[in-house]
Nanobody, 120 residues
Framework: QVQLVQSGGGLVQAGGSLRLSCAAS????????MGWHRQAPGKQRELVAS???????NYADSGKGRFTISRDNAKNTVYLQMNNLQPEDTAVYSC??????????????WGQGTQVTVSS
């Protein structure tokens, strides 16, 4: 069974940086439709960054210029680098990727979510 395991969240001062990791385990050949979402209390979940299998990236306006999505194919890991964090970035961040194994498409999978808290 495949799964996505996140790490890298935590508490940071405004202006600081964090890098989130989302590692796919199991029999994985390809990760597609890579995305990072966040949900703050009382707000809807939003897509903050995405990357297609061809490495084209897209960012929400809220993170554009500050957030960077990247991948390490050898480690089956997707990253979200977040710079110049602000209190409004406080949320639970979750990865959501389409995974392909030796026998084909396994479906879309969510990471467990990690809390990012930015203090003033």
């Amino acid at each position: 069974q495949v799964q996505l395991v996140q790490s890298g969240g935590g508490l940071v001062q405004a202006g600081g940086s964090l890098r989130l990791s989302c590692a796919a385990s199991g029999n994985i050949r390809r990760i597609d439709a890579m995305g990072w979402h966040r949900q703050a209390p009382g707000k809807q979940r939003e897509l903050v960054a995405s990357m297609a299998s061809g490495a084209d990236t897209n960012y929400a306006d809220s993170g554009k210029g500050r957030f960077t999505i990247s991948r390490d194919n050898a480690k089956n890991t997707v990253y979200l680098q977040m710079n110049n964090l602000q209190p409004e970035d406080t949320a639970v961040y979750s990865c959501n990727h389409a995974l392909f194994g030796d026998w084909g498409y396994t479906g879309r999978w969510w990471g467990q979510g990690t809390q990012v808290t930015v203090s003033s």
